[in-house]
């Protein structure tokens, strides 16, 4: 008897999965029900008084909703139509035109005129408008015709035309926290609308779930709804039982075709695959650094946390040997922050490539190191009259500036005059590579010490040393 209405429970489960995703039925239905964004759904907030219909005398503004997938810019928007039963109307940028936009906007205002009734227009994707297309949404926004809610996974600034981004409410959305992604989980596993307690998860299973979702609560729903049915369809032939089934680790791996990373981003390892990504670079082995860069990000390690590491590796065991790294490493920092993952992995390959393939050389590092260390001694004494600032009155009365010779003036730009202070003179901190661009400034530095008058090229690294 339990188990026929436990297969029953089952084909019930299966026709409303073939009916709607489990992400579409588990979308929240109110803002008690929404996980995340606690800073922009707070008392008072543009967006909390559009969704609870207080959006002032003037009326609910419009917003233009960034964030990467899966934050709840949809369900922001499904939560603003709810209000006072406002007419919601769902239109994506890369199918929709002008036609179709002007279409919302001529039913919005019988709407309006007949029942009274707002229009709650959902544009997704909109940085796939022109100019012109975006253009044709500013009377009706401008008129409140409708309450333009605009998603977009790309930079407002540099993708909505201004007039229509001074018009409306600039909302960014987060990635979820894994804390946020445990929650979503959990709740569709017990939910009625989702799994109604019919299956369980084990712990490794959540947190592969947890690491595989990368803050996108559609991407953590939708494995954990293909990995229910593996999970289904490897149970026995006439299983009668009650009890949930267990969705395990191997059932997740093979809905999600992806082999679990065994790595805690948040213990010993997490700074051991760090570590080996930075030595990797340092040592020349591209593909192990490609390696761990992978292992990184498939273990849901936050993209911005490995950039910085790329930048700081492109100085200190780079540097002038090769000083385009760092624009590569500085350029995909910023890159990664404004285009999230999947697509920053590709970004970062390239920085961690060019970090791995460049000539190396810690030179500038080193010499840093050397200077401090004497800063540290108490090395250093006063700077020479002549480099002091004359730009205060009783300067020139001083000395300051007296006998300086603008470099300018002289053949090459060249000055030779003593910059170190007394008891630093003829110090050598810099001692450049013969590698890479590096070898070049090797050549240019000796030069330059011969017109400086300083000491030929060698480690003195300073006038007592040896």
Do not use: C
């Amino acid at each position: 008897m339990f188990g026929a209405a436990a297969a029953a429970g089952r084909q019930g489960y299966a026709a409303q999965r073939a009916a709607a995703p489990l992400a579409a039925r588990m979308r929240p239905r109110s803002l008690d029900e929404f996980r995340g964004q606690a800073e922009v759904l707070r008392t008072g907030s543009p967006v909390r008084r559009l969704v609870e219909g207080s959006g002032g005398a003037a009326g609910p503004l419009s917003a233009v909703i960034w964030g990467p997938p899966g934050t709840g810019k949809t369900t922001l928007a499904h939560l603003v139509a709810t209000v006072a039963e406002r007419r919601f109307v769902e239109l994506s940028a890369v199918t929709a035109g002008v036609r179709d936009v002007r279409a919302v906007m001529e039913a919005a205002v019988r709407d309006r005129d007949l029942y009274g009734r707002q229009t709650v227009l959902f544009l997704d994707e909109i940085h796939r408008f022109t100019k012109a297309q975006q253009d044709a949404l500013l009377p009706g926004v401008e008129n409140r015709t409708v309450i333009l809610v605009a998603a977009t996974t790309e930079n407002p600034s540099f993708s909505i035309i201004a007039p229509l981004l001074s018009r409306s409410v600039l909302v960014t959305l987060t990635p979820l926290s894994d804390k946020d992604i445990r929650e979503v989980i959990g709740s569709a596993l017990t939910d009625e609308r989702g799994l109604a307690a019919q299956y369980s998860l084990a712990d490794d299973a959540l947190e592969h779930l947890v690491r595989l979702a990368g803050g996108d609560a559609r991407r953590a729903l939708t494995s954990l709804e293909a990995a229910a049915g593996v999970a289904q369809d490897a149970q026995p032939v006439g299983r009668h039982t009650t009890a949930p089934v267990l969705v395990t680790l191997a059932h997740v791996e093979q809905a999600v075709a992806r082999a679990a990373v065994r790595y805690d981003r948040t213990g010993d390892q997490h700074y051991d695959v760090a570590s080996a990504l930075v030595k990797s670079m340092r040592g020349s082995d591209v593909d192990a650094a490609l390696h761990y860069l992978a292992r990184m990000l498939e273990a849901g390690e936050d993209p911005r946390f490995v950039a910085r590491r790329v930048v700081i590796a492109a100085s200190e065991d780079i540097g002038m040997a090769d000083p385009t790294a760092l624009q590569t490493a500085v350029a995909a920092m910023h890159a990664v922050a404004q285009i999230g993952m999947p697509e920053a992995r590709i970004i970062l390959a390239q920085a961690v490539v060019h970090n791995a393939l460049a000539p190396k050389s810690n030179a500038a590092y080193a010499g840093l190191d050397a200077a401090v260390a004497d800063v540290r001694a108490g090395r250093g004494g006063a700077v020479p009259a002549h480099l002091r600032g004359t730009g205060y009155a009783g300067a020139e009365r001083l000395g300051h500036g007296a006998g300086y010779v603008y470099a300018h003036d002289e053949p090459d730009a060249v000055a030779r005059q003593q910059y170190l202070p007394d008891d630093l003179a003829g110090v050598r901190y810099y001692h450049p590579t013969d590698r890479g661009f590096e070898g070049r400034l090797r050549s240019r530095l000796g030069w330059l010490q011969d017109r400086l008058g300083r000491p030929a090229s060698g480690r003195a690294d300073r006038p007592d040393a040896g």
